[in-house]
């Protein structure tokens, strides 16, 4: 895992807080997220931009219509919100010399826990294991297809 995410870090910038160079997303939970443009280079990708396509809550939509949240929008604020803690973190411990690459990875972090997924969350997970490989598990699968993208960016 080290050793890919070095490879994706030799292809990016890290990190500019210049806001010229973010994207700013309106998100339905936490407002305005501004992302930097080498996080929109990653949310940019086939394999996040898959995510748009899952729901979060599984078959929650099917009882609660309103329930459309997805694990594109989720993941999004999961990255928003490790970045604020990680600068928090920064700003208020100095002595644990957190650094800029540090904040960039942890929020990459966030942005690719969910790679996984199949639809309907879950019950996906379960289906596979029940009719395909009982060992199956969507983290590993996070893992595969991060290390695709970091090779298709390389």
């Known amino acids: 895992m080290k050793n890919m995410m070095n490879g994706l870090l030799s292809e990016i910038d890290v990190m500019d807080n210049d806001s010229s160079q973010s994207v ?45 949240h997805t694990r594109f929008a989720h993941c999004i604020g999961v990255c928003h919100l490790a970045g604020t803690f990680m600068w928090q973190l920064h700003n208020c411990q100095p002595e644990l010399k957190i650094t ?30 029940e009719g395909y490989k009982k060992d199956w598990k969507h983290e590993q699968a996070s893992v595969t297809l991060f290390a695709k993208m970091v090779e298709d960016s390389l």
């Open 100 to 129: 800029e690459r540090d904040i960039f990875c942890v929020q990459v972090a966030g942005l690719c826990h969910d790679l996984g997924h199949g639809p309907f969350s879950h019950m996906f997970e379960k289906a596979v294991k």
């Open 24 to 68: 700013t997303i309106n998100d339905c939970v936490h407002g305005h997220i501004q992302l930097s443009r080498d996080l929109i280079k990653i949310v940019d990708t086939p394999q996040i931009q898959r995510l748009r396509d899952l729901k979060q809550l599984g078959l929650g939509s099917y009882v609660y219509p309103g329930a459309t």
